[in-house]
């Protein structure tokens, strides 16, 4: 009962809880990018025309994101870097998307921001391709 309510963490435990963030959360963003890859031509006509880019332009930025950025994010390869476009992806999705809305409609997407943030922050941890090209 005393280990529950310690403020302390092992190294271990820090390694493990940023494997399974970094794992969660590209799994399940990469079924997002997945859907939006394979149904390019469904989602294009009718996808968010961004900042004047285009439906197909904008789309295949975020498929870049959820699919590519996300495998990236898996394998723990230039994790901090993939997490940009993640996090502006996300913030899309918020603020414009969902109008703002963290609480409602939005909440997922402000889940999935929080995440990342705290990925391109903290980094990938020991369990990553990261941090053996770094040794």
Do not use: Q, W
Request: aromatic content about 14%; glycine content about 10%; proline content about 2%.
């Amino acid at each position: 009962m005393k280990k529950l309510f310690s403020t302390k963490y092992s190294a271990g435990a820090f390694n493990t809880a940023m494997f399974v963030l970094r794992i969660g959360f590209g799994v399940l963003m990469l079924m997002h990018g997945y859907d939006k890859l394979v149904h390019f031509s469904t989602y294009a006509p009718k996808f968010m025309n961004f900042m004047g880019l285009g439906n197909n332009i904008s789309l295949a930025l975020v498929i870049f994101a959820e699919f590519f950025c996300s495998l990236f994010l898996i394998l723990g390869l230039f994790t901090r870097l993939a997490t940009i476009p993640l996090i502006i992806a996300t913030c899309v999705m918020v603020f414009k998307a969902h109008k703002g809305e963290i609480f409602g409609d939005g909440e997922h997407a402000s889940l999935y921001l929080i995440g990342y943030l705290v990925l391109l922050l903290v980094g990938p941890g020991r369990a990553s391709i990261d941090s053996m090209i770094g040794k």
